[in-house]
């Protein structure tokens, strides 16, 4: 199956949890770059290049002419690829049979197997681009590297590398070389990993992935909408220190001691959490009531 005729094309908003402000709320937000050039946009930026270590930058896809090879390009910013991939996708435990109640962009990850600088044409306008080619648990992926130039980077991943990423549409919009004919998939992020994510791990507890933003918005506003009956999936920031629980921002984290990663736990980081029982705890003096979770397990890093 080719994921450019997957169908999966629902905004991340559909997916119940998945607020579009999430890639930007709070520590760790989406560090914005000047628009100073990259390829595909006629500019030319710092630290390095790609199409120079090995690829087919040079094949008869009509690509990989020394002035594109040569093309300097703004470094990746794996943290922003994180927060997009986190707060605007939904992430599942198995990435080839996603939980159907997820809701849609859904992550999958895989291998790049070829990545090409080739000059498109779109309404006779040529234009420089970097595509990337990416077999995924359910699909294969084709897509251009320097999307987010000007927020995350353009992409550096060689042949042989690993991703992880979620397509949010498809556009069938370039008219490219015979090699990369064909609709492209829009992506709403794509983040480099060194193996495959640790999601296995938690596949026991069963978790649905949600956005910290939904936790937030049912503590703010003393009511509960998280998915019923399940554990959660949850990358949040742990604020400070409250007696025995932490306040993570308008909710409340216990940690029990014998819960698996209980000792990652410390002020200003940001982990991942498996969630469970979810509860509007009211307090004695007449206050809004909190909301608090339980944790079940603790994750430093779930894409390494």
């Not at 999430?22 to 630290?47: C, H, L, N, Q, W």
């Not at 495959?196 to 069963?206: F, H, I, S, V």
């Amino acid at each position: 199956m080719t994921a450019a005729g997957s169908g999966e094309s629902d905004a991340a908003t559909k997916g119940g949890t998945g607020d579009r402000t999430a890639a930007g709320s709070g520590d760790g937000a989406i560090e914005t770059t000047p628009k100073t050039g990259g390829v595909g946009t006629g500019g030319a930026t710092t630290t390095h290049a790609v199409g120079t270590s090995g690829d087919s930058g040079g094949g008869d896809g009509g690509g990989g002419d020394a002035d594109a090879n040569a093309r300097k390009l703004p470094p990746y910013k794996r943290g922003n690829a994180l927060a997009m991939l986190e707060g605007f996708c939904r992430i599942p435990i198995d990435a080839a049979k996603p939980d159907p109640k997820l809701g849609k962009p859904v992550v999958d990850w895989g291998t790049v197997v070829r990545r090409e600088i080739v000059k498109a044409t779109i309404g006779g306008r040529e234009q420089t681009m970097l595509l990337y080619e990416v077999k995924g648990q359910r699909g294969t992926y084709r897509f251009s590297g320097d999307t987010w130039w000007d927020t995350v980077g353009v992409l550096d991943v060689a042949p042989g590398g690993m991703v992880a990423l979620c397509q949010d549409a498809i556009l069938d919009m370039y008219k490219l070389p015979d090699p990369w004919k064909g609709p492209l998939g829009r992506m709403e992020a794509v983040l480099p990993i060194s193996r495959a994510p640790r999601t296995n791990e938690l596949a026991k507890l069963d978790p649905v992935h949600v956005s910290d933003i939904a936790l937030r918005r049912d503590g703010d506003a003393g009511r509960l909408t998280l998915p019923e009956g399940r554990r959660l999936l949850v990358r949040a920031k742990v604020e400070a220190a409250d007696g025995k629980r932490w306040d993570m921002s308008r909710w409340w984290l216990e940690v029990p001691s014998g819960v698996p990663g209980a000792k990652l736990v410390a002020p200003g980081k940001r982990l991942w959490f498996v969630l469970e029982d979810p509860k509007l705890e009211e307090q004695p003096d007449g206050s809004k009531a909190r909301l608090v979770v339980r944790a079940a397990a603790v994750v430093d890093d779930l894409f390494p």
